[in-house]
């Protein structure tokens, strides 16, 4: 006997059910969604509005993506975490580039984050091709979207081979805030960087040697610290006796910390070169709350030019990089190679640097 408060079975509703109600054939249903210039618009109208009312949600965008071969869909990835995308101003100045030009092409954005072995988001992605952002070359993820032969674009890597490569002429800045430093009389110098070597490899707090390392470490940094390394040895500074602290992550907190360490180094550093500018502002809040005066007693300069660093106070000396634009070059070069276009295979953009009030003479 059956109870009137069981519930009625449910069936799903397919394209077919659709057809069969209206009493067309599958395919005038398909080009009511697909192809609407194949039906009059009256019939259209009567197709989508028995679909509506029986509930059918459209066809699958994945089944509609594997019958055209596109995804209508760009991966991105990138060396961090995926909060750490919303969080860095750098890397939301790129993504907002990518994501700009990528919208004028009607496609859309899958973030792949870094930080994880696992391979199979990249393998399974549903995307028309990958922009590679500043990733170690080493990455498993790296090689995983290498190996899928989809168009490809690289973004602050080392360039490959027929890989449309776009990059920030980091060791021109690097240099530029040296020199500045040097000619403002400075001649104790340390470093701020991060993830130069694997935390597990660190010591816990003591500066590092670049030296003593040969692990790989992110191309931006391989060239920055080039471009450190390079007036200062021309300026008779020898390069192994520059402590270089290695943070965990590129933040304010850890920037604040090391410089706390960096300033009871024997000889004392009076100048400070940070691998990015939230090491900056965290290093100029650190040596504040250690009782230190910047500029007066200590120099520092960061890289990047964020928003942020014309707000600190004092504000910072930094290297400007146009994040937008490296973002917009990436995303149109890899709309040129979706095209069967050849885009610029080596795109390298300039830097320049910005004085401000966190650099004074000695």
């Avoid at 200590?298 to 928003?307: A, E, H, N, R, Y």
Wanted: net charge negative.
């Amino acid at each position: 006997m059956a109870h009137d408060h069981e519930p009625a079975k449910t069936h799903r509703i397919t394209i077919s059910t659709v057809a069969a109600a209206l009493g067309v054939a599958v395919s005038t249903v398909s080009n009511a969604y697909n192809r609407p210039d194949q039906l009059s618009a009256e019939l259209r109208e009567r197709v989508l509005a028995v679909a509506a009312e029986l509930g059918y949600p459209g066809p699958n965008p994945v089944a509609r993506s594997l019958r055209q071969q596109r995804a209508g869909a760009v991966g991105v990835l990138f060396a961090e975490r995926l909060p750490y995308a919303f969080r860095d101003p750098a890397v939301l100045m790129v993504l907002e580039g990518i994501a700009t030009t990528l919208e004028q092409a009607g496609l859309g954005l899958l973030l792949v984050p870094g930080r994880d072995d696992d391979t199979t988001t990249v393998q399974q992605a549903l995307v028309d091709g990958f922009i590679v952002y500043s990733m170690m070359e080493t990455d498993p993820l790296v090689q995983a979207a290498l190996k899928r032969r989809l168009p490809t674009v690289l973004l602050d890597q080392p360039p490959r081979p027929d890989v449309p490569s776009i990059i920030v002429d980091d060791e021109a800045g690097a240099r530029m805030a040296t020199e500045h430093l040097l000619s403002l009389g400075h001649r104790q110098f340390a470093i701020i960087t991060d993830r130069l070597v694997e935390s597990n490899l660190r010591p816990s707090s003591d500066p590092i040697n670049v030296h003593d390392q040969s692990e790989p470490t992110f191309f931006v940094t391989q060239l920055r610290l080039q471009g450190y390394r390079q007036p200062l040895e021309a300026a008779g500074i020898d390069w192994r006796s520059v402590p270089i602290y290695d943070c965990n992550d590129n933040n304010e907190a850890d920037g604040a910390a090391a410089i706390q360490i960096l300033l009871t180094h024997n000889p004392r550093p009076t100048a400070i070169l940070c691998l990015t500018d939230r090491l900056a502002l965290g290093a100029i809040a650190g040596a504040q709350q250690a009782g230190y005066q910047v500029p007066q007693q200590l120099s520092i300069v960061g890289f990047d030019d964020i928003p942020q660093a014309n707000q600190s106070v004092p504000s910072l000396t930094t290297i400007r990089q146009d994040h937008r634009q490296k973002g917009l070059s990436a995303g149109q070069a890899l709309i040129e190679l979706l095209a069967g276009q050849s885009p610029t295979s080596y795109q390298r953009l300039a830097v320049e640097l910005v004085v401000r009030d966190s650099t004074a003479a000695i």
